[in-house]
């Protein structure tokens, strides 16, 4: 289906969730430009709530998150969210409505769900919050009953399970052992919890994987219903992350085993009546994400492809991230300075970057491209990236359409390395990102 280019391939690129990325943060943008940014929103807001904590961690995961086994570190990490959560609301003008609320990490169901439903309340009573779609990333491992009645009753509807692959053998190779019946038993209690966009994150490019591998997983999960699937390969890069030294890197496959398994999914899950987004995420023609892609209505932010129109998203807790028109600011990272600011009724926004016109130009073409194939391109932008596109050209992975640059079908999987050669931060940072594949 699509034809393997290597050559265009071997530059890494980001997702870009954010445009500039966050490799472009520094601590020249911190909480007093935050607090300035946040006194001018109005309009729809959303927020993002990050629960830095796992049962147990997973070797392959670059997620912000350590094991939930110290009662005093996760009560101490909730109390300073609780601070964040009172400054935060006490900035945001009245007229602003939170129409969105996502909770991720980690796993939000590492913490006791009494816990969880005091955070739900705090939120609905800081931010006014009257009604708002309410998501939530689960781990399978953690899933009990008592946390299904709880997503029930505060009226969760969207959820997210980190599945990665239903095979017992490559679940152990990456230190996630999650038999296929716990799989099984969390989608039906989620569906009786009243959830009716369910999405599975599944990976390619495992250690040991094979394409029956693979095939097995998109099989189970279309059987189980998923609205949604996330189809992500694996980073493999031991020297960022140092958990993934556990995992045998001589059991990798190979970039041209990984491109054909791309493909390979990308087929099985369309000729399975999923609406294609971008060319690694899927969902049912019914779901709000599929019906925004159809439409024309697809965004991108730092929880990916979305449909959310917000101007403005929130990020609450340790290394979350703020999006504003015209700023981006993280939180710091570490939890231990996270609670120890907040211990001091500090806002802890401490590295971010301005957005420029040109930025903010820059990155309506980049997400056009992303989330619609096709992005307008003024004749200056035309000038810069024509050269540079030159290959992608000649190899009828896109084509100009008067003023429009298209992605064709065969091009989907260079999309983002397309979109890249709009980004003039890439010229010496190529090294911090992923294969675009």
Same mark, same amino acid.
């Given at each position: 289906m699509w034809t393997y280019h290597p050559e265009l391939l071997a530059i890494p690129v980001p997702r870009y969730t954010s445009f500039p990325t966050a490799a472009e943060f520094d601590e020249s943008v911190g909480a007093d430009a935050f607090v300035q940014a946040l006194s001018g929103?109005?309009? +729809? !807001?959303?927020?993002? !709530?990050? $629960?830095?904590?796992? +049962?147990? $961690?997973?070797? %392959?995961?670059?997620?912000?998150?350590? !094991?939930?086994?110290?009662?005093?570190?996760?009560?101490? %990490?909730? *109390?300073?969210?609780?601070?964040e959560i009172g400054l935060v609301a006490e900035r945001l003008p009245q007229g602003a409505r939170v129409t969105r609320i996502a909770f991720g990490g980690g796993s939000p169901n590492g913490i006791a769900p009494v816990d969880f439903v005091r955070l739900v309340d705090a939120l609905a009573l800081q931010f006014s919050a009257s009604n708002p779609v309410l998501s939530i990333e689960l781990d399978p491992r953690t899933m009990r009953a008592e946390w299904a009645a709880v997503i029930g009753a505060v009226g969760i509807t969207r959820a997210s399970l980190g599945v990665q692959t239903f095979s017992e053998d490559l679940q152990q190779a990456i230190g996630r052992v999650q038999p296929a019946r716990m799989i099984e038993e969390t989608t039906a209690m989620l569906r009786q919890a009243g959830v009716d966009s369910l999405n599975f994150d599944l990976m390619y490019g495992l250690p040991g994987q094979t394409m029956a591998h693979l095939e097995d997983s998109l099989r189970r999960t279309v059987a189980l219903g998923a609205d949604r699937i996330a189809l992500f390969g694996y980073a493999h890069v031991p020297h960022l992350i140092a958990r993934q030294r556990k995992i045998d890197a001589h059991a990798l496959p190979g970039a041209e085993q990984r491109f054909a398994m791309a493909a390979r999914g990308y087929a099985l899950l369309v000729d399975a009546g999923y609406v294609p987004i971008g060319f690694d995420h899927f969902a049912r023609p019914g779901d709000a994400l599929a019906q925004a892609t159809l439409s024309g209505r697809l965004r991108r932010n730092f929880q990916g492809f979305t449909e959310d129109r917000a101007p403005v998203l929130l990020g609450l807790g340790a290394s979350s991230i703020s999006g504003f028109p015209d700023l981006l600011v993280q939180n710091e990272k570490n939890s231990g300075r996270y609670r120890m600011m907040?211990?001091?009724? /500090?806002?802890?926004?401490?590295?971010? $970057?301005?957005?420029s016109a040109e930025d903010r130009r820059r990155g309506a073409v980049i997400e056009a491209l992303l989330c619609r194939g096709r992005a307008r391109i003024d004749p200056d932008l035309q000038c810069e990236a024509w050269p540079l596109l030159l290959p992608y050209f000649e190899a009828g992975l896109c084509d100009g359409d008067g003023a429009d640059l298209v992605i064709?079908? +065969?091009?989907?999987? %260079?999309?983002?390395? $397309?979109?890249? /050669?709009?980004?003039? %931060? /890439?010229? *010496?940072?190529?090294?911090?990102?992923?294969?675009? !594949?």
């Amino acid at each position: 289906m699509w034809t393997y280019h290597p050559e265009l391939l071997a530059i890494p690129v980001p997702r870009y969730t954010s445009f500039p990325t966050a490799a472009e943060f520094d601590e020249s943008v911190g909480a007093d430009a935050f607090v300035q940014a946040l006194s001018g929103a109005g309009g +729809e !807001v959303s927020l993002y !709530v990050h $629960i830095p904590f796992c +049962e147990k $961690i997973c070797w %392959y995961c670059g997620c912000n998150t350590s !094991v939930a086994n110290r009662t005093d570190r996760v009560s101490g %990490y909730l *109390d300073a969210l609780h601070r964040e959560i009172g400054l935060v609301a006490e900035r945001l003008p009245q007229g602003a409505r939170v129409t969105r609320i996502a909770f991720g990490g980690g796993s939000p169901n590492g913490i006791a769900p009494v816990d969880f439903v005091r955070l739900v309340d705090a939120l609905a009573l800081q931010f006014s919050a009257s009604n708002p779609v309410l998501s939530i990333e689960l781990d399978p491992r953690t899933m009990r009953a008592e946390w299904a009645a709880v997503i029930g009753a505060v009226g969760i509807t969207r959820a997210s399970l980190g599945v990665q692959t239903f095979s017992e053998d490559l679940q152990q190779a990456i230190g996630r052992v999650q038999p296929a019946r716990m799989i099984e038993e969390t989608t039906a209690m989620l569906r009786q919890a009243g959830v009716d966009s369910l999405n599975f994150d599944l990976m390619y490019g495992l250690p040991g994987q094979t394409m029956a591998h693979l095939e097995d997983s998109l099989r189970r999960t279309v059987a189980l219903g998923a609205d949604r699937i996330a189809l992500f390969g694996y980073a493999h890069v031991p020297h960022l992350i140092a958990r993934q030294r556990k995992i045998d890197a001589h059991a990798l496959p190979g970039a041209e085993q990984r491109f054909a398994m791309a493909a390979r999914g990308y087929a099985l899950l369309v000729d399975a009546g999923y609406v294609p987004i971008g060319f690694d995420h899927f969902a049912r023609p019914g779901d709000a994400l599929a019906q925004a892609t159809l439409s024309g209505r697809l965004r991108r932010n730092f929880q990916g492809f979305t449909e959310d129109r917000a101007p403005v998203l929130l990020g609450l807790g340790a290394s979350s991230i703020s999006g504003f028109p015209d700023l981006l600011v993280q939180n710091e990272k570490n939890s231990g300075r996270y609670r120890m600011m907040l211990s001091q009724d /500090r806002l802890t926004a401490n590295r971010g $970057i301005r957005r420029s016109a040109e930025d903010r130009r820059r990155g309506a073409v980049i997400e056009a491209l992303l989330c619609r194939g096709r992005a307008r391109i003024d004749p200056d932008l035309q000038c810069e990236a024509w050269p540079l596109l030159l290959p992608y050209f000649e190899a009828g992975l896109c084509d100009g359409d008067g003023a429009d640059l298209v992605i064709l079908p +065969e091009g989907l999987p %260079y999309a983002r390395s $397309i979109a890249a /050669r709009f980004d003039p %931060y /890439r010229k *010496d940072s190529l090294r911090r990102f992923s294969s675009a !594949v």
